[in-house]
């Protein structure tokens, strides 16, 4: 791979430095509060560096949850073959609540939350788009488990993928507004071990 240039690292300086300070302003003010040009000028550069780099602020807030995505790919190689779906499922639930609780954190979900909620962002918005790795992870085993009769036949796959992603999305919600006290990962493994159980084949 061939060496960056001087050029090449600076641009990734700055576009690392727009990252981090946008970021931090959206925690302190709110998404909906802070604008490209508080950005750019927290950061010595102008509208136009900003969007050479992101075509929009939310684009800033996306970079960070596709880093997110690309860390389930690296937990679906290390999940054993062996287990049923539901068990799957709820491995990379645990790894997906350890990694939120221990390496994104409150404040940045916080923001990500919030800016999917503000009428600024598109309706198709990546938090529930569907080609999330996340969520194609998720339909393999919930598909896996309807075709070997793990899970219910009278409840279609896209149903049970709606009904599970609904168990990560609340669960979160409820961590990010409880206090300390709150341990993600094991509320997780248990809210969604109820609802699994009740959608398998009781046969």
């Not at 430095?17 to 959206?26: A, P």
């Not at 560096?49 to 996306?62: A, E, G, N, R």
């Amino acid at each position: 791979m061939e060496s960056l240039t001087s050029r090449q690292k600076k641009a990734l300086e700055t576009r690392e430095k727009l990252l981090k300070t946008s970021l931090d302003l959206f925690n302190k003010y709110g998404f909906e509060h802070v604008s490209v040009e508080q950005i750019t000028k927290a950061c010595y550069v102008s509208k136009g560096t900003f969007y050479t780099h992101f075509p929009s602020k939310y684009d800033v807030i996306l970079e960070k949850f596709m880093e997110l995505d690309q860390f389930y790919s690296t937990v679906e190689k290390n999940i054993d073959p062996s287990l049923s779906a539901s068990e799957k499922i709820l491995f990379v639930y645990q790894q997906q609540m350890n990694y939120l609780t221990k390496v994104v954190g409150k404040d940045l979900l916080r923001t990500v939350y919030t800016a999917a909620m503000t009428n600024q962002v598109e309706q198709d918005h990546y938090l529930i788009n569907p080609q999330r790795k996340i969520f194609q992870i998720m339909n393999t085993y919930i598909e896996e488990g309807i075709r070997q009769g793990e899970f219910r036949q009278d409840v279609s796959a896209p149903n049970i993928q709606a009904i599970i992603r609904r168990c990560m999305r609340a669960n979160v919600y409820d961590w990010l507004i409880h206090s300390e006290d709150f341990d993600l990962a094991s509320e997780m493994a248990q809210f969604t071990t109820i609802v699994l159980d009740g959608l398998k084949s009781h046969k």
